[in-house]
């Protein structure tokens, strides 16, 4: 049925926001409606046969409810709006989340929604209270780094009876930023270089680490403790920030030391990371591009969203 799946997603058109009706709702019967059509046939037959007026009661009665059951289940998906919210930004190998907002226009309950990415098979189910909205949350995980549409989407019910099976296929327009994988344990960070104005006071030692600190001042941010020092000397120090601005530290592929291309920006991806959390400055250079020294939370999503699109 891949096929068939394939040929589906191609006729559909990328929207970030469908409302549900009778020309993108489908129906068919499932494995249980199909043997309660073979059971209603079966004593439709004995009645005849044997002339029971009980028998076509029951016969009818049965084909009633299943009738009313089917309409009542396209009824649940159909009328709905269902909203993509923008996906956050994830790392390779991590869960991405898709957000979804649906409305219930209507004024009763809806009941046994469920939602998946197209042939998952992972099913996340909601009820939707009358004239009221809920937020529903699917992950998925991504292969590998850069820009990926989000996969195409499910919604199904078999409310009430379980005899029909009314779903839906959505393809949103909307695309997920997947960051390289971080290397768990990066090596040391490369040798920070003078900045133009002046030679530099500090120097990054082969751990890692600024050298020049100095004992900890009330009011130092956290993120200027050495934690390593503090730990093996049980006195708590920070580092010199006006020794740290003497110094440019520059991220480029020949530091990592491999000649892997998807290494290396898993390499400097955690490096970025690293850097980030002492409060340094930092800057990246990725062939002709140039990100110069910053730092902070747009700097970082900045160095990390071009290592996902180099």
Not at 71 to 84: K, W
Not at 253 to 260: I, N, Q, V
Not at 281 to 297: H, M, T
């Amino acid at each position: 049925m891949k096929w068939f799946q394939n040929w589906l997603e191609a006729r559909l058109s990328l929207r970030d926001s469908i409302t549900l009706t009778q020309r993108n709702v489908y129906i068919l019967p499932t494995g249980p409606g199909f043997m309660l059509a073979a059971t209603l046939l079966l004593l439709l037959l004995t009645s005849i046969n044997y002339q029971l007026n009980l028998g076509y009661l029951l016969t009818f009665l049965l084909a009633g409810c299943a009738l009313v059951g089917m309409h009542v289940g396209h009824a649940t998906l159909r009328g709905l709006t269902m909203n993509l919210l923008a996906p956050e930004p994830q790392f390779a190998g991590a869960s991405a989340t898709i957000s979804i907002y649906i409305q219930n226009p209507r004024r009763g309950i809806r009941h046994g929604i469920g939602l998946a990415v197209l042939g998952s098979g992972h099913w996340l189910w909601t009820d939707l209270p009358a004239l009221g909205s809920c937020t529903v949350h699917i992950a998925f995980q991504p292969t590998r780094r850069g820009l990926h549409r989000v996969p195409t989407l499910t919604a199904e019910t078999r409310f009430p009876l379980g005899t029909f099976r009314v779903w839906t296929v959505w393809r949103p327009a909307a695309q997920v930023l997947v960051y390289p994988a971080p290397e768990p344990f990066p090596p040391a960070l490369p040798p920070g270089q003078p900045r133009a104005e002046g030679a530099a006071r500090a120097h990054l030692s082969a751990s890692g680490e600024y050298d020049g600190v100095r004992a900890y001042r009330r009011g130092d941010p956290l993120k200027l403790i050495v934690w390593k020092k503090a730990a093996k000397a049980d006195e708590l120090v920070s580092r010199d920030a006006q020794q740290l601005q003497h110094l440019e530290l520059w991220l480029e592929r020949h530091h990592c030391g491999t000649s892997d291309p998807e290494q290396q920006l898993s390499r400097l991806c955690a490096w970025v990371l690293l850097v980030e959390q002492q409060g340094l400055d930092y800057g990246l250079r990725l062939g002709a591009l140039e990100i110069k020294p910053g730092s902070g939370e747009v700097h970082k999503k900045r160095c990390l969203e071009a290592l996902a699109l180099c």
